[in-house]
């Protein structure tokens, strides 16, 4: 998930990171309005601006929002630095819900505790299920109109069964 500074977790966000971002970007090419971000469409594989490009679910929303699987953490990357855990803030799943915290800082040193060193946290939201999966960078990738108007509200393998997927999370280190 991309959290946002204020610990949201929201499409308008998600969209709005994976666009802007050069961490989505398989590289940087000129179509005429100046260098922009590009990625592959894994269905018909035409190099395409990202601003172009819709973000589309692997496996539908229709058929999959209940059927998110059990875990305990929930991966939380920084919407300024989409490459990298979260310093501030740690996520768990748990009974259908996801949780985030915030970590308290130190008091010696004034800066947060990464989550592996243990740390307080206190709770600051909690998102639905249906919009952990809405933003799972595990289910989401870049795919070109004309793809995904075939593809519709199918899966993905349902529609291009040779091809193969690039979920976003492939993009993260």
Known sequence: MLLSALATVTWKNT???????????TAQMDFGAGNENTAVCPGCNRR??????HLDHILSQNRHTVSIAQSDDLHLYSSVVP???????VGQFNGGVGRIFRLIPEVE????????RGGTYEMVTSIHTADLWKNDLENIQLICGSCNSTKGDRDFDQVFPNALTNPLAGYLT
């Open 15 to 25: 969209r709005a990171v994976v666009i802007s971002s050069v961490t989505f970007s």
């Open 48 to 53: 395409l601006p990202s601003a172009c490009m």
């Open 83 to 89: 490459n990298v855990l979260s310093d501030t803030f």
């Open 109 to 116: 040193t004034g800066r947060p505790r990464r989550a592996s």
